[in-house]
């Protein structure tokens, strides 16, 4: 809606007006009102694959010893939060890497307990990314912290997070996928096809057993094959398949956002940054997932083999690179707030009508941020 204003009472969304009604509206003296000249008013921003910012990272409890990790990480993702809100960001789901058995349980309670006590971006619930992954399409991940499928540590993931585990990254096509799926289907848990070598049948097996979203489109996954599509035909051939993008102009070649927008409904592309701890950092050591990295062609490389690490991206800035591939700011920035409260089942968020939580970014048309609302709060003005 063009030139609109919102009405936000006890942190909800009550009314959007029309210039017109909202000229005639009259408001008690006590009424805050917000003239934003005219800028974008966007459901605020959802980021659900993001390791890091800001030197912050779900990793930083890894390398501590039992006395300190549960605080350290607790603080490492409050820190997430607010410097995701300076971002635009008023949820996120804090994704964590696979570790030894230990560390990684230590590692979500440490998450979890964060949950509530953020004063920036709201923090959703888990992202997993991992352990059950292909050893064959690693990316960075670790290969001595992947797993193979055990329903028995599925569980005690799930209970040590309090059953906070909003989603996870799997690979379809490991022994036991299966009884995982299902599994996780019961408890909620959005799962995702990723770090996965997946030929078709064993992602079309995967769909059938529930996992109906992806991760990092093309990225650490079997390409498309003209005699085997594999897991990216898989995601483009079925019209079900939901995928999260990287738009950051590396991670995907500009020339295939409008390719996917031919070949997937809006509605099943999500963007993420999938950032990393240095994200945003002013002065280094520059770490992820303890290792060193370095920003170079748009994308942090691990020093040691040069291998892509991750992304330092921001949604804005993707939401900038995708109405540079022709999609329109609408389409943009449902990719980074209505579709990703839909698939992660998020009904409160996403969307700018009356009931929703009063979550909002306000960027202006050099795609600048110029404020933050969550729960009804301004939490940055710019």
């Known amino acids: 809606m ?30 805050l009102i917000v003239d934003l000249n005219g800028e974008y008013i966007a459901p605020g921003f959802i980021d659900t694959h993001i390791h890091g910012i800001g030197g912050f990272g779900t990793e930083d409890s890894f390398y501590c010893n039992e006395d300190t990790a549960v605080k350290t990480g607790e603080e490492s993702v409050l820190g997430m939060s607010h410097c995701l809100a ?24 440490a998450i979890c307990s964060a949950m509530g006590k953020e004063k920036g971006a709201r923090i959703m619930g888990l992202h997993l990314e991992g352990p059950f ?10 290969s001595d912290t992947l797993q193979p499928v055990s329903l028995e540590l599925m569980e005690e993931l799930w209970e040590a997070s309090g059953g906070r585990i909003v989603n996870m990254t799997v690979a379809p096509e490991l022994k036991g996928m299966r009884e995982l799926a299902l599994f996780c289907i019961k408890k909620g848990i959005v799962l995702q096809a990723g770090h996965t070598d997946a030929n078709y049948e064993n992602m079309v097996e995967g769909m059938q057993a529930g996992i109906l979203h992806s991760t990092h489109l093309f990225n650490a996954m079997s390409s498309l094959h003209h005699r085997n599509p594999n897991a990216v035909g898989a995601i483009l051939i079925h019209g079900e398949m939901s995928c999260e993008i990287i738009a950051d102009g590396f991670h995907m070649h500009p020339d295939l956002l409008p390719l996917l927008l031919r070949n997937k409904p809006i509605d099943k592309i999500v963007q993420v940054t999938d950032c990393l701890r240095p994200t945003g950092q002013k002065e ?20 040691s083999d040069d291998a892509i690490a991750g992304s330092g991206n921001t949604l804005l800035r993707g939401i900038k ?10 389409d943009a920035v449902k990719t980074a ?18 009931g929703k939580l009063a979550d909002i970014t306000v960027f202006d ?14 939490i940055t003005k710019f």
Do not use: W
Not at 365 to 378: A, L, Q, S
């Open 2 to 31: 063009e030139q609109c204003a919102v009405l936000v009472e006890d942190g909800i969304i009550t009314d959007v007006f029309s210039n017109r009604r909202f000229e005639q509206r009259r408001f008690s003296s006590d009424t």
């Open 86 to 109: 300076e971002n635009g960001v008023t949820a996120f789901n804090p994704t964590l890497y696979p570790a030894e058995r230990a560390i990684m349980l230590r590692a979500i309670r």
């Open 133 to 142: 992954l292909s050893p064959a399409r690693l990316g960075v991940q670790k």
């Open 284 to 303: 280094g050591p520059f770490l992820a997932n303890g290792e060193k990295v370095v920003f170079r062609d748009g994308a942090y490389h691990r020093v």
């Open 321 to 330: 690179n995708l109405t540079a591939g022709g999609y329109s700011i609408l």
């Open 337 to 354: 707030s209505f579709n990703p409260a839909q698939i992660m089942r998020y009904t409160q968020q996403g969307a700018i009508i009356p």
């Open 365 to 378: 048309k050099d795609f600048n941020i110029r404020m933050v609302m969550i729960n009804g709060k301004i």
